[in-house]
């Protein structure tokens, strides 16, 4: 099993540019086997959750290849419509196939899905939005069944604004008959790049953005070539190293849009924050004030996927911060890797009141989830001494040679194989 040994206490510098999001990536994969035709994903980053993806797409029949970072999808009419637990096990975004088939096929079935142990992440918002366009859902064996002759449009109201459901809604309604309205939708800039590559396939869709989408369904999709939008959650991570560590560094790729809570909290950490166009640049004296309070909300609220980042942070700034994680219930867990390594952390259900100290220290971690992950090699990079951040499986899945980049900022990191 991999590991990373960092030898903390350097400043970066330079400039990096983000990969394209793995959250976007998926769903739009997902989509392509709404046409018969070729679709062409361009810049698609080499990283676990994207071949497990694939890997979903060749056991439904479709053939896939890959060329110079672009993935080629040849959707064939699959016989076969299950995707195997194997794969719903690793992958929670394998959901999302469950609109896409029922549009191309009018069947799915697939077990429930995995992904980090994060928390529950019920799927009920998905179901009962799939029965609102005639969906009948069926529950066996540990399945999700569905099977529907043909979808109908319908006035969708979503309790809570979930990307995922948004999204499979918007890929089972595209070629429904008449008018799908979802009201409380998702705003998250995914969502708008689902919607721009769907047009680009021929559906008619608006309003992505906005807690309002209208989908108008059409009878037919073609293919497309489209290049996803950039990773805000990556960019992320390297602007809140660069705050830990200290230095200046500059993330193409992204625009303050995307970011805009983060760049406002790292401004009140002490940094100073530029922005032009798709550039955001960061400088850290490294010596920086807690935020006093963060709370993960839904877009443009701050992201769940930058929290365990910003707890990091936080651990080594001078005074006290409130957490508060809204969106799941045991995004803690990295906590206690944390605490190996000095920090002051106390968690109380939803909420983490971190005291700042004055330096964490190396140790032996472990990463228990994608973004937990990540937020122990950042704290591994502004620590003193060494530290070894120990099965890598989870960081791969969203982060491409996350090693290779931070040693271009100037960080003292290297990849061991077991």
Excluded: W
Excluded at 220 to 234: Q, T
């Amino acid at each position: 099993m991999d590991k990373f040994v960092i030898d903390g206490g350097r400043r970066l510098y330079g400039s990096i540019r983000a990969q394209t999001a793995k959250n976007s990536v998926l769903p739009l994969l997902a989509a392509s086997i709404l046409t018969e035709q070729q679709v062409t994903i361009r810049e698609v980053p080499p990283i676990s959750d994207v071949f497990c993806m694939v890997r979903i797409l060749r056991e439904l029949g479709a053939t896939v290849h890959f060329r110079e970072g672009d993935v080629i999808i040849e959707s064939a009419d699959a016989g076969e419509h299950c995707i195997s637990s194997a794969l719903t096990g690793e992958l929670r975004s394998s959901v999302f196939m469950l609109g896409s088939l029922l549009t191309r096929f009018g069947r799915a079935a697939c077990a429930y899905p995995g992904g980090c142990d994060i928390g529950l992440r019920p799927i009920d918002l998905h179901l009962n939005a799939l029965k609102r366009l005639g969906v009948s859902i069926r529950e066996r064996d540990g399945y999700i069944c569905c099977f529907c002759d043909r979808m109908k449009g319908a006035e969708i109201a979503l309790d809570f604004p979930s990307v995922g459901a948004t999204e499979n809604i918007m890929l089972a309604a595209v070629k429904a008959e008449g008018r799908t309205t979802i009201s409380g939708a998702a705003k998250e800039p995914e969502i708008v790049d689902l919607q721009n590559f769907l047009c680009a396939m021929g559906a008619k869709i608006a309003g992505a953005g906005t807690d309002t989408i209208v989908i108008e369904g059409v009878s037919s999709l073609h293919g497309a070539e489209y290049l996803p939008m950039k990773d805000r959650i990556e960019a992320g991570t390297y602007l809140i190293g660069c705050a830990i560590c200290g230095g200046e560094v500059e993330v193409e790729g992204v625009g303050s849009d995307c970011l805009g809570l983060l760049l406002h909290k790292l401004r009140e950490n002490g940094c100073k924050i530029h922005t032009k166009n798709d550039k955001i640049r960061i400088s850290s004296s490294g010596r920086l004030k807690c935020n006093r309070r963060i709370e993960t909300m839904p877009f443009p609220g701050f992201p769940t996927d930058l929290q365990a980042q910003a707890t990091a942070l936080n651990a080594t700034a001078e005074g006290c911060a409130l957490i508060v994680e809204n969106l799941f219930e045991t995004r803690y867990k990295y906590v206690p890797e944390l605490i190996k390594m000095g920090a002051d952390i106390e968690v109380k259900g939803r909420s983490a009141f971190v005291r700042g100290v004055s330096g964490l220290h190396g140790a032996s971690v472990t990463c228990g989830d994608l973004r937990g992950g990540a937020a122990l090699v950042l704290a591994a990079l502004g620590a003193e001494g060494v530290s070894e951040v120990l099965d890598l499986t989870h960081i791969d899945r969203g982060y491409s040679d996350l090693c290779g980049q931070l040693k271009k900022l100037g960080a003292e990191i290297k990849r061991v194989g077991a």
